[in-house]
C-alpha cells in the first residue's frame, strides 16, 4: 500500500483546528514531519522513547526536540509532551529477543509498544489523530509502523494517521533542517541492541 497517498486522502478531509498526537522518536525527524503537517493540525508532540537505554541520551534528545520547537515558527504554536523515561519496559519487552538483528521482530515490538501509547495518551487526551515520525527514516519498516497503526484504530477513538515520511524527499529534507539549525542527530535507534551492533561494525 502507498501509505503517503492514504495519508493524503485523509488530510483531504481535515479541518480547521483538527488536533493531531505526533509521537516523535527525535528532533531531526520531528523537523521534516512538522512542516508537512503544520498547515493542516494543530500539533502536539509526544516523546516517548522507553527503547533509549542511557538516560543522557534520552534527555539529550528532548531538548534538542525543545530547542528545535522553540526556533521555528508554524501556523499553530507546537506543544510537548514529555513521555516518563522507562526503559526497564523496553528491556521487559524485548526478553528472548536480545540477539535479533536490527529490523526484526524486536522492533517490531518496540515500534507496537511506543505506538500502542501514543494511542492511548491521543484516545485519553481528546485528540482527533495520532500518529508518528518513525516513518521518516530509511531504517524503519513504515509497512509493519502502518500495520500496527491501523490496528490500533478498532481499540481507541482517536484516528490512526497514515504516513510515510520519506517519501517525497521527507528524509533528505530532514537533514537539511538539522543543518540550517544546528540538530544534534543521533546514529543509532537508542537502544543499548543497537548500539552494540554499531560498535561491532
Not at 21 to 36: I, K, Q, T, Y
Request: charged share 30%; proline share 3%; hydrophobic share 30%.
Amino acid at each position: 500500500m502507498n501509505y503517503d497517498f492514504e495519508m493524503q486522502k485523509q488530510m483531504n478531509n481535515i479541518k480547521e483546528g483538527t488536533k493531531l498526537l505526533l509521537h516523535a522518536c527525535c528532533a531531526p525527524c520531528s523537523s521534516a514531519v512538522l512542516e508537512r503537517l503544520s498547515n493542516f493540525f494543530e500539533i502536539t508532540i509526544f516523546y516517548y522513547n522507553p527503547n533509549i537505554t542511557e538516560e543522557k541520551e534520552y534527555l539529550k534528545r528532548i531538548e534538542e526536540l525543545k530547542k528545535y520547537i522553540s526556533l521555528v515558527k508554524y501556523k499553530y504554536p507546537i506543544s510537548l509532551i514529555p513521555g516518563n523515561y522507562e526503559p526497564q519496559k523496553f528491556f521487559e519487552m524485548a526478553k528472548g529477543l536480545e540477539d535479533e538483528p536490527e529490523r526484526g521482530k524486536r522492533c517490531y515490538k518496540c515500534y507496537a509498544m511506543r505506538l500502542e501509547e501514543s494511542a492511548r495518551i491521543a484516545d485519553e487526551l481528546g485528540f482527533d489523530y495520532f500518529c508518528t515520525t518513525l516513518t521518516l527514516s530509511p531504517h524503519k519498516n513504515s509497512n509493519w509502523i502502518n500495520e500496527i497503526g491501523e490496528d490500533l484504530n478498532n481499540r481507541y477513538n482517536s484516528i490512526y494517521l497514515y504516513s510515510d515520511f520519506k517519501k517525497r524527499n521527507g528524509y533528505k529534507r530532514s537533514i537539511e533542517l538539522s543543518r540550517e539549525y544546528d540538530l544534534y542527530r543521533q546514529d543509532y535507534c537508542g537502544c543499548v541492541y543497537s548500539l552494540r551492533d554499531k560498535m561491532k561494525e
